[in-house]
Nanobody, 128 residues
Framework: QVQLVESGGGLVQAGGSLRLSCAASRRTFSTYAVGWFRQAPGKHREFVGAISRSTAKTYYADSMKGRFTISRDNAKNTVYLQMNSLKPEDTAVYFC?????????????????????WGQGTQVTVSS
């Protein structure tokens, strides 16, 4: 497993942007797939998007496509979630998870159980 720390959350107005970071404790972080999930009060944790370990291919939930971008900086052992055009319904605690797997296809990345290391989460609040 790997220790993960999310940061970058905060309060932003609708239409604004935030960049979340997921920093890992391990220098081999590049060998992990990383997924972003979010959980709003009273709701289940939902998939936001993910980045593969080998090709850095990205996958996004439909409601995030075109607004959110995931990238990774292997030299910094960090994965980023750039969120633009934020909406009040994006308000949630955002978590990153890491899993030591490599596969292709959206269905390979959107399940929580694929990830065995998790950060503590960072709160994102979007005001209307």
């Amino acid at each position: 497993q790997v220790q993960l720390v999310e940061s970058g959350g905060g309060l932003v107005q609708a239409g604004g942007s935030l960049r979340l970071s997921c920093a890992a404790s391990r220098r081999t972080f590049s060998t992990y797939a990383v997924g972003w999930f979010r959980q709003a009060p009273g709701k289940h944790r939902e998939f936001v998007g993910a980045i593969s370990r080998s090709t850095a291919k990205t996958y996004y939930a439909d409601s995030m496509k075109g607004r959110f971008t995931i990238s990774r900086d292997n030299a910094k052992n960090t994965v980023y979630l750039q969120m633009n055009s934020l909406k009040p319904e994006d308000t949630a605690v955002y978590f990153c998870g890491a899993g030591y797997f490599d596969c292709s296809g959206y269905g390979c990345y959107d399940g929580e159980r694929r990830y065995d290391s998790w950060g503590q989460g960072t709160q994102v609040t979007v005001s209307s």
